[in-house]
T-cell receptor, first 114, second 111 residues
Framework: DAMVIQNPRYQVTQFGKPVTLSCSQT?????MYWYQQKSSQAPKLLFH???????NEADTPDNFQSRRPNTSFCFLDIRSPGLGDAAMYLC?????????????FGPGTRLTVL | KQEVTQIPAALSVPEGENLVLNCSFT??????LQWFRQDPGKGLTSLLL?????REQTSGRLNASLDKSSGRSTLYIAASQPGDSATYLC??????????FGPGTRLSVLP
């Protein structure tokens, strides 16, 4: 089935140790998003790619970076995780065309920072 | 800038009751509005998408309506079941912007 896949589902890292989260999609969607969601809060958009055009939100910390090497894959790099970066990280995709800009989400990666 | 709110923040109902969840947005020039369900510790599952030209969408026991002029969308759940217990989020998409999420309504359906 076409879907959005995130790996790993759970990630534990140490304070300051770089970590990479991955997302892949079989939907062939042009747009990919990374969201951060903390407990009982709305998802907060970090980045999005419109094809290969990268867009980061103004308030996304410099500690976060992203790569999209091809249509199917997108990575979120956290260079020096702090305790405040512990959260659920959600990847989503969206088709470009028409009014059906529906978002499709992966299962998320739960990041714990020790 | 679009802002999305959801009321109530939490809701507890007995099984079998019909219920309405509310979503309000400040900028009525939306492209579409999407409702999601999120189970604890999980990703978001899309429930319904309403395009700006539509007034409602239905899927099974769910019905979502959209009133752009008043800046409101409602999600109606008929004959609620314990399996409906989850957090329900709405997200609005405006022209030239990204999706903006509401904080969600946490629903508990008691057996």
């Amino acid at each position: 089935d076409a879907m959005v896949i995130q790996n790993p589902r759970y990630q534990v890292t140490q304070f300051g140790k770089p970590v990479t989260l991955s997302c892949s999609q079989t939907l062939n969607h042009n747009v990919m998003y990374w969201y951060q969601q903390k407990s009982s809060q709305a998802p907060k958009l970090l980045f999005h790619y419109y094809d290969k055009d990268f867009n980061n939100e103004a308030d996304t910390p410099d500690n976060f970076q992203s790569r999209r090497p091809n249509t199917s894959f997108c990575f979120l790099d956290i260079r020096s995780p702090g305790l405040g970066d512990a959260a659920m990280y959600l990847c989503a995709t969206s088709p470009r065309s028409g009014g059906l800009n529906e978002q499709f989400f992966g299962p998320g990666t739960r990041l714990t920072v020790l | 800038k679009q802002e999305v709110t959801q009321i109530p923040a939490a809701l507890s109902v007995p099984e079998g009751e019909n219920l309405v969840l509310n979503c309000s947005f400040t900028d009525s020039a939306i492209y579409n509005l999407q409702w999601f369900r999120q189970d604890p510790g999980k990703g978001l599952t899309s429930l319904l998408l309403i395009q700006s030209s539509q007034r409602e969408q239905t899927s099974g026991r769910l019905n979502a309506s959209l009133d752009k002029s008043s800046g409101r969308s409602t999600l109606y759940i008929a004959a609620s079941q314990p399996g409906d217990s989850a957090t329900y989020l709405c997200a609005a998409l405006n022209y030239g912007q990204n999706f903006v999420f509401g904080p969600g309504t946490r629903l508990s359906v008691l057996p």
